[in-house]
């Protein structure tokens, strides 16, 4: 084979592996670490999203934070102000983290309907709502 | 009324750019009327404009004039002096005038550094891209509008999280960086138009890519730095989208650096260094117009605004299409006649930019992904989790990492003797035994993680230091010298993989209840919680807790704060950090159970200190590189 053919044929074999291996690992990366984002009143209506990893997002109810006063245990509700969600869970609460504020928090959605939350995200910004409660309170006024 | 001067400067400073920026059409209507000696006086009063502008919103941050929306929203009355100057780039309007302000410093150095410019058009891209980006800011984030006629008494103050020294310096740092990508972008499209993409256009512009990406480093690895301390949460790296919208350029123009190597040595791989320093700009434009437009929380939020979305949206399209046309039109350059083999510099530098690429690719694929996603299926959200990113960068941490240290014993064209190899190879394994056997005998454990950073870690060092060795003792000294700016830059790479290993291996994290006098033992460390007191500063109101902690060999103290800003109506942790050269020891203060009892996150964190020396040899690197490639290139 002429030379320079080789060498380009060479060049275009390792960028064609290179990009195959690129996407095995966004598809695989992507079908296994993507968080879906569900409202409190998608959750209640929703039976088949039980057990996965998942992300409810909402306001946290004014006076429904339950603090325990020997472990890190916590429990609030959030809503959408259509449906409420229990969400419960063992940890330090962020900063911004406080009752009237936007939250988004990741976990599964347990049994008995209530969130059992593995970290608990407060946007860095105290006027942040998920996006998703500013729509439903837009329709509201609507 | 100084306000409406700054504003008034901001405007002449858009409409003389854009004259600017037309040299080049009048030029090709006219090829008599050449007016580029124009453009270097044009270039001095746009810089001298926007620095006016720049500096008089700066004065009204200082006198707090809270007549001016943008500091009422963004200062206090009680914020201390420096915080009030930096706050001046805290938010979107002011950044934007920053970057403008850098953009104009670039160009002027440009002018300043750059010996012939008789017919060099490059000035006048960069004037259009600086007249765009005023355009931008006085249409839609005028920073000098006012707040009348009722004028507030008080400011709402500046986010507490910037209340810091690393922010006051990161964003000047990171947008030299970004801003620094125009110069090769400005640089290939005249040469593009005037047909010049040689190998004298590619050593010209290597130096410059090398500065900017130097600022870009330093920029991000400050960043890193200061998400460590401030935000509480011990990580130096988020794969948060706006850190990727940095990486991703960072990534570009280290690809950059390496073709463009290429292109002026054996004149390779031209039209791809094109095409790239067009992509890395590209990037950078996408980073500023992703971060700034809001659009990465939703597509919604980008309709909250939909007049910045859509202008950014269309500066970005102007740019990135313009270029792509003018390269798909005047990419005529030809294949230099000699070829080059699978055992080539040439082909190492090849795999390495489609390494960098690709990955960079799939990093802002990821970033974007949600976007797609919401605009496919109607509306419906979704994040991508670290994992995806985690698991996309190993693989091409390695692939890059035994690259750099193959390449640098190739030589160009074909490489005779590989035999140099097998001493590495032999050394290289010889030292990691070392390595491993010292961390299983200090840690007493190993991961998958540290083990593999100590492999990358041993053969870019071993491989670095072995590739400046010569035959003759003469040529030794004259090697070192070219070669000491990459050199630190590649060895930087090995102490950063290093760190990042042994800090995912070897940290510990717990969350705990301690009360008043309790003592917490964590990795044979222990953590004793002294007191709390309450404490008013100037601006805030706070609880400090105090720690005594114990190590095999020292005792000192920590202090945590959670603090609280009234005026924003804020709370803030101020971790307490004790950084050594092998282990930071880590405490943020968390909340009040009961009396006396809080609960806290405790941390230690193993060679996260070497994460940014690593990045900060890196930055030096670069630096030493770019001041000597000036210099070459002028001999």
């Known amino acids: 084979m002429h030379p320079l053919r080789k060498q380009r044929l060479i060049t275009f074999l390792v960028i064609f592996f290179a990009i195959s291996i690129a996407i095995l690992l966004v598809v695989r990366g992507l079908s296994s670490n993507l968080n879906l984002f569900y409202t409190p009143t998608e959750l209640k209506n929703s039976s088949e999203i039980k057990g996965i990893n998942i992300r409810a997002g909402g306001m946290v109810l004014k006076d429904s934070v339950v603090k325990s006063k020997t472990s890190l245990e916590v429990q609030f509700q959030i809503t959408d102000y259509e449906n409420n969600l229990l969400v419960k869970y063992s940890g330090v609460l962020p900063d911004l983290f406080s009752e009237d504020a936007g939250v988004v928090v990741q976990g599964n959605l347990a049994k008995d309907g209530s969130f059992q939350a593995t970290e608990v995200l407060a946007k860095h910004d105290e006027n942040y709502m998920p996006p998703e409660v500013a729509n439903a309170l837009k329709k509201d006024d609507s | ?635």
Request: a neutral charge; one cysteine or more.
């Open chain 2, 1 to 635: 009324m100084i306000v409406e001067v700054g504003f008034l400067f901001l405007i002449s400073a858009m409409v003389i750019s854009f004259m600017g920026s037309l040299v080049p059409l009048v030029w090709s209507f006219n090829k008599e009327t050449n007016l580029t000696s124009l453009i270097s006086p044009i270039i001095v009063l746009v810089f001298l404009f926007t620095l006016s502008s720049l500096s008089i919103l700066i004065y009204s941050f200082s006198i707090d004039d809270f007549s001016v929306k943008y500091v009422a929203q963004n200062s206090n009355i009680n914020l201390p002096i420096y915080y009030k100057l930096s706050a001046t780039w805290g938010a979107h309007e002011g950044s934007l005038l920053l970057w403008i302000f850098l953009l104009c410093s670039w160009s002027l150095f440009y002018i300043l550094k750059e010996k012939d410019l008789s017919k060099d058009i490059t000035g006048s891209i960069l004037l259009q891209i600086i007249f765009f980006f005023i355009a931008f800011t006085v249409f839609t984030s005028n920073p000098f509008e006012r707040l009348l006629p009722v004028v507030p008494q008080n400011g709402v103050d500046l986010n507490p999280l910037l209340q810091d020294f690393a922010f006051t310096i990161h964003p000047p740092i990171l947008y030299l960086g970004y801003a620094g990508l125009a110069i090769p972008f400005a640089m290939s499209v005249s040469s593009l138009l005037q047909n010049s993409v040689n190998q004298d256009w590619a050593r010209r512009t290597r130096p410059w890519v090398l500065m900017a990406t130097g600022f870009l480093t330093l920029g991000i690895t400050i960043g890193s730095w200061w998400a460590y301390y401030e935000l509480g949460w011990g990580g130096w790296w988020f794969w948060d989208p706006v850190e990727n919208a940095a990486f991703v350029p960072w990534l570009m123009a280290v690809a950059l650096i390496h073709s463009l190597i290429v292109s002026e040595k054996r004149g390779h791989f031209k039209n791809w260094s094109v095409l790239l320093s067009i992509l890395a700009f590209s990037m950078s434009l996408l980073g500023t117009f992703l971060v700034r437009s809001g659009i990465l929380t939703s597509v919604h939020a980008f309709a909250l605004d939909p007049e910045r979305g859509v202008f950014l949206l269309g500066i970005f399209t102007y740019f990135v299409i313009g270029s792509l046309i003018i390269f798909s039109f005047k990419n005529t350059n030809k294949i230099p006649e000699t070829g080059y083999t699978t055992t080539s510099k040439e082909f190492g530098f090849l795999l390495n930019n489609i390494f960098l690429v690709i990955l960079g690719i799939a990093i802002m694929f990821g970033t974007l992904f949600p976007l797609i996603y919401e605009a496919i299926f109607d509306g419906k959200q979704i994040s991508v989790g670290r994992p995806y990113y985690d698991t996309l960068i190993i693989p091409f941490a390695i692939g890059l990492a035994f690259l750099q240290v193959v390449a640098l014993f190739f030589s160009w064209g074909k490489t005779e003797n590989l035999s140099i190899l097998k001493a590495l190879a032999i050394y290289s394994f010889l030292f990691f035994i070392l390595l491993v056997s010292i961390s299983y005998l200090v840690f007493e454990e190993l991961y998958f993680s540290s083990i593999l950073s100590l492999v990358l870690f041993t053969i870019i060092l071993l491989g670095n230091l072995l590739s400046l060795k010569q035959k003759e003792r003469s040529k030794y000294l004259a090697q070192i010298y070219t070669k000491t700016g990459s050199t630190l830059a590649h060895i930087g790479t090995a102490f950063f993989v290093l760190g990042v290993g042994f800090v995912s291996s070897y940290s510990f994290e717990r969350e705990i209840i301690l009360s008043k006098g309790q003592t917490y033992e964590l990795a044979g460390n222990n953590f004793k919680f002294e007191r709390i007191i309450k404490e008013s500063q100037q601006n805030y109101s706070a609880d400090k807790a105090t720690f005594t902690v114990e190590s095999k060999n020292n005792s000192f103290t920590l202090n945590t704060e959670k603090r609280f800003y009234p005026s924003s109506n804020q709370v803030m942790s101020e971790a307490g950090i004790r950084p050594t050269l092998i282990k930071d020891y880590y405490v943020t203060l968390g909340e009040e159970l009961d009396t006396d009892i809080w609960s806290f996150r405790i941390q230690i964190k193993t060679l996260v200190r070497w994460i940014w020396f690593g990045a900060l040899l890196v930055t030096i690197g670069t630096f030493i590189s770019s001041r000597r490639n000036f210099r070459h290139r002028n001999e």
